[in-house]
């Protein structure tokens, strides 16, 4: 059967990598953040082309407006997911987007015309205060059942929480709460399920209040950000384990092996620079251990005497073979062999920017890992501001796509070139044999040349689904 014809998404994850009916990727949705860049005009959803044999290859095709000021588009996930794979009533035809600080979420139309997505409807942020007493949604997955599950970072008046809301399939109106019971977290983030294990992991990021406008280290210790893998029963929706990886580690972005029957897997955390393997223990918990570290870097002319790599985005091919993640403050991207999940192999990086870069105002004096500075990354004429972060893995697992932008008070704070010049999407092609990363020097969105001025571009998404989007049952 042609992929999609029984239900949205592929049977398995390898299917979804190496199916006969699994065409390469022709466009990409971004959103693309004005807020903080001093461009009074809303957030939008850019669709680009990313067809080499198309006369509009590396180019905006289409930009949806939003029809609000400030938003803080993020991420986004779909209505319908591999996870429905079975279910032929259903089609991936809505991307969900919510708004990091406005807490709206818009669900976006991309089944009638899937290189020019309109709005369907506008959940408002009243909705979700009233119905769930959450705020700041971030990290949307489809469910089986047809639902979708949106985690949030904290309630209303901006103090941390780790809740989750529920969006009916079909309505999309705010059911309520996903979780029962009155233990809940005390920050939120992203977040994955494994049904077969019977668990979903969430992690934290901090306090709304507190990271909106920048960062602060001093909030690192007032405990103002989060340390720990929360751990949920997936069939009773309660809260049962906290893994703690340690004080200023800052958990974000957490990925299952893609393998249903896997009871593993990998986060990556920010201002530690460790990645943890997670996994179930033979008495039937939950526990982490540190497979990965990057050493902070010390420095002069920076903030801090000690530069962290900043682990912001993190993913896993769709054959559970190769980690791939980004430094956002030192500049590379990296990809570890992970046929031994307890013993990760780096074999491919490539540096894309970042601050210690030669000719910047930072000095590294002390490095475990470089021997010299980086070289400032220029592709095609332009030295690119900020560095790597969010990336995204085609099906195929040859092709690694990066933006550049975080979130737009933290880019303003790190980076003031790159919310002047704006952000931009790269792409790096992989051997997929033995490992290895290489800059396709051909390919560059510019989003500093937006009509109504330089944006932030975020996260990458593909209409087909992604390895970041969807979950197998």
Not at 155 to 164: A, I, M, T
Not at 274 to 289: I, L, N, P, Q, S
Not at 320 to 327: E, I
Not at 450 to 473: F, K, N, Q
Request: aromatic letters at 10%.
């Amino acid at each position: 059967a042609k992929c999609g014809a029984c239900g949205p998404g592929y049977a398995t994850p390898l299917d979804a990598m190496k199916g006969k009916y699994c065409p390469r990727e022709e466009i990409v949705y971004l959103p693309c953040i004005y807020r903080n860049t001093g461009i009074e005009k809303p957030d939008y959803l850019a669709t680009v082309d990313v067809n080499p044999k198309s006369p509009h290859y590396c180019q905006v095709i289409h930009r949806l407006p939003m029809p609000n000021l400030k938003d803080e588009l993020h991420h986004s996930g779909w209505n319908a997911c591999s996870s429905c794979f079975g279910d032929v009533t259903k089609k991936r035809n809505r991307l969900i987007l919510p708004s990091l600080i406005s807490s709206r979420i818009y669900v976006v139309d991309v089944g009638t015309d899937l290189r020019a997505p309109r709005i369907h409807k506008v959940v408002e942020p009243v909705e979700l205060f009233w119905k769930g007493n959450v705020a700041n949604p971030h990290t949307s997955h489809c469910l089986g059942s047809g639902d979708i599950l949106i985690s949030c970072l904290g309630d209303p008046s901006g103090n941390g929480k780790g809740g989750f809301i529920l969006l009916d399939g079909e309505t999309f109106e705010v059911k309520g709460n996903w979780e029962n019971g009155e233990k809940v977290p005390p920050l939120g983030y992203d977040f994955w399920y494994q049904p077969r294990h019977n668990v979903l992991m969430s992690t934290e990021w901090g306090a709304p209040k507190v990271l909106a406008d920048g960062f602060n280290p001093a909030d690192v210790a007032r405990g103002h950000y989060g340390r720990c893998i929360n751990v949920w029963d997936w069939s009773t929706h309660t809260y049962i384990q906290a893994v703690d990886l340690g004080q200023g580690s800052i958990p974000l972005e957490i990925r299952f092996l893609h393998n249903p029957d896997a009871a593993e897997g990998f986060v990556g955390c920010a201002l530690s620079g460790a990645v943890h393997r997670f996994y179930k223990t033979e008495k039937g918990d939950w526990a982490a251990e540190k497979v990965i570290e990057v050493p902070s870097k010390k420095v002069q002319g920076w903030v801090l005497p000690d530069m962290p790599g900043l682990i912001t985005d993190i993913l896993i091919s769709l054959d559970d073979r190769f980690l791939y993640f980004s430094n956002w403050l030192h500049g590379d991207i990296r990809q570890y062999d992970i046929s031994n999940t307890r013993q990760p192999k780096l074999v491919g990086q490539v540096f894309l920017g970042g601050s210690i870069t030669k000719g910047g105002p930072v000095t590294v004096v002390e490095d475990k890992e470089l021997q010299c500075q980086p070289e400032p990354f220029v592709i095609k004429g332009k030295r690119v501001p900020g560095g790597p972060q969010m990336i995204q893995l085609s099906l195929d697992g040859k092709r690694l796509y990066v933006t550049s932008s975080l979130y737009s008070g933290w880019d303003k704070q790190f980076y003031p070139d790159l919310v002047k010049e704006g952000s931009v999407m790269l792409q790096i092609d992989v051997d997929t044999e033995r490992g290895g990363l290489k800059v396709n020097k051909n390919f560059l969105v510019d989003f500093g040349k937006e009509p109504d001025g330089p944006v932030l571009a975020h996260e990458i998404r593909y209409p087909g689904g992604d390895c970041t989007s969807d979950i197998w049952m």
